[in-house]
């Protein structure tokens, strides 16, 4: 059972939009609105940022904003601040389970 | 506010078990289901499996069935996890994690959004 894919860094100037990309398959992200989105900063556990897809949990910054089409589903962060330097990961839900992505490192320029 | 307070660091030998445990406190631990990821040093996070409560399943990840269980203790508001047949590549942070509670339409949601502060499983020789 192989970890949906993320790109291995983005990074962005302050201000800037990125997005960061989840590719999964017909069994995961392909079929399912169950995705999530999570940050991660040094020695912390995880936080979440997104669930079904583009729901966001209270206290999160609609600055943190979730899509999907067809089998990849995005992580947009508009108006890029110097704190959303950290660690950010996908989740599908799948037939076996839960699926992680393998990870995407965001850098403030 | 729900918070999930897990045991301490561990040392164990290749071969050996370990068993690490999820106190919950703060709402009633019937309403929502534990999960263990593990996040090897400098590593992705990697989901185990589950303890869902109002199903009264348990679900294990392929990559672990056979070597893991989970068992929940509903008197102390507890989840655990131990983990068999320990290899060097089992060394990593071990966290649990709540589901967010269904809603009042009974709609199950499959995400994290309390985490535990993570135990470190050390296996060294």
């Known amino acids: 059972q192989s970890a949906l894919t993320q790109p291995a860094s983005v990074s962005g100037s302050p201000g800037q939009s990125i997005t960061i990309s989840c590719t999964g398959t017909?069994?995961?992200?392909?079929?399912?609105?169950?995705v999530s989105w999570y940050q991660q900063r040094p020695g912390k556990a995880p936080k979440l940022l997104i669930y079904?897809?583009?729901d966001r949990p209270s206290g999160i910054s609609s600055r943190f904003s979730g899509s999907k089409s067809g089998n990849v589903a995005s992580l947009t962060i508009a108006g890029l601040q110097a704190e959303d330097e950290a660690d950010y990961y996908c989740?599908?839900?799948?037939?076996?389970?839960?699926?992680f992505g393998t990870g995407t490192q965001v850098t403030v320029l | 506010q729900v918070q999930l307070e897990q045991s301490g660091a561990e040392v164990r030998k290749p071969g050996s078990s370990v068993k690490v445990s999820c106190k919950a406190s703060?709402?009633?631990?019937?309403?929502?289901?534990i999960n263990w990821v593990r996040q090897a040093p400098g590593q992705g996070l990697e989901w185990m499996g589950n303890?869902?409560?109002?199903?009264?399943?348990?679900n294990y990840a392929p990559n672990f069935q056979g070597r893991v269980t989970i068992v929940a203790d509903e008197s102390t508001n507890t989840t655990y996890m131990e983990l068999r047949s320990l290899g060097f590549g089992d060394t990593a942070i071990y966290f649990c994690?709540?589901?967010?509670?269904?809603?009042?339409?009974?709609?199950?949601?499959?995400?994290?959004?309390?985490w535990g502060q993570g135990t470190l499983v050390t296996v060294s020789s």
């Open positions: 703060g709402d009633v631990f019937i309403n929502y289901a």
């Open positions: 994690a709540r589901f967010l509670p269904t809603d009042s339409s009974g709609y199950f949601y499959y995400a994290f959004d309390i």
């Open positions: 303890f869902i409560p109002v199903f009264g399943t348990v």
């Open positions: 079904d897809v583009g």
């Open positions: 989740t599908s839900y799948t037939t076996t389970g839960l699926l």
């Open positions: 017909t069994s995961d992200v392909g079929t399912y609105y169950y």
